[in-house]
């Protein structure tokens, strides 16, 4: 039996679109039949995902290449979208790195601005631009912001990114609470280890070190991610999940794991 679907033909906006959680979610919210807007900064695969994903799910999709961390270039892209693809329902604001594992002090100016302007600067944008049409149409929207574990508890080498995953949790809170008079919907999506090319990002290439964050533990996978937020899209409009974290089975937070050895 086939999964009823609550959004199909609905518009749905994807940041960080390229790889990972945001590819993943790309085609688990296509299965359901909405039409996506792609986001993210490499346009060779933006246009490669809109021809493999309308080819396989019938349904349409917009690559639009921005750098999130961009106000400017935010307001001007989105703002001349396609009258067919402005009225947004579901925001996923899913892009988001880490670089580094220095202790706070030993980040580099441009490390830091790295993961401030994106992970909250850029998702602020996204939102700001966003949010104000879906007020104005009285959208049973969906805000899925992708926060993580790291920002329920911090740990050594990550403070930095710590502190940004933690102002993802307060402002998804306190958005919650600035639409609560409205029908949308805002949830905070925590994932714990996910195996991605975030590691490799945050250890600046070095795949062998990046595999070894998730040797001896069954990890979670893109796809784990994105059906979850393809399940609380799908959910009836009377639901809201307000936060939800997923672990590995062997991972109690964000500091405590358990790691298998031959």
Same mark, same amino acid.
């Given at each position: 039996?086939?999964? !009823? ?22 085609? !688990? ?76 002090? $030993? $980040? ?36 899925? $912001? ?113 790691? !298998?050895? $031959?």
């Amino acid at each position: 039996m086939s999964l !009823e679907s609550r959004i199909e033909g609905k518009i749905s906006l994807i940041t960080g679109a390229t790889s990972g959680i945001g590819k993943s979610s790309i085609k !688990e919210l296509a299965k359901l039949g909405s039409n996506v807007i792609i986001i993210g900064r490499r346009e060779d695969i933006l246009l490669d995902l809109k021809k493999e994903i309308e080819s396989t799910y019938k349904v349409k999709i917009l690559p639009v290449c921005l750098d999130i961390r961009d106000a400017k270039e935010i307001e001007k892209k989105l703002g001349d979208l396609p009258a067919e693809w402005k009225d947004v329902d579901i925001l996923v604001n899913n892009a988001g790195l880490a670089i580094g594992t220095e202790k706070a002090y $030993n $980040n580099t100016v441009e490390e830091i601005d790295a993961m401030v302007d994106t992970n909250i600067k850029g998702l602020l944008y996204i939102t700001r631009a966003i949010v104000p049409q879906m007020i104005e149409r009285n959208a049973e929207g969906i805000i899925i $912001n992708l926060g993580s574990v790291a920002g329920n508890i911090a740990y050594g080498g990550g403070a930095i990114y710590c502190g940004t995953k933690a102002a993802i949790r307060f402002i998804s809170d306190g958005l919650r609470i600035d639409l609560m008079n409205t029908p949308i919907r805002v949830t905070n999506v925590e994932p714990g280890l996910v195996e991605t090319e975030f590691s490799i990002i945050r250890y600046r290439g070095d795949k062998a070190a990046a595999k070894k964050v998730y040797t001896g533990i069954d990890a979670l996978t893109p796809d784990d991610i994105a059906a979850t937020i393809a399940y609380i899209c799908n959910l009836p409009k009377n639901i809201q999940v307000p936060e939800i974290i997923l672990t590995p089975t062997h991972q109690a937070d964000g500091v405590h794991k358990h790691y !298998e050895t $031959n």
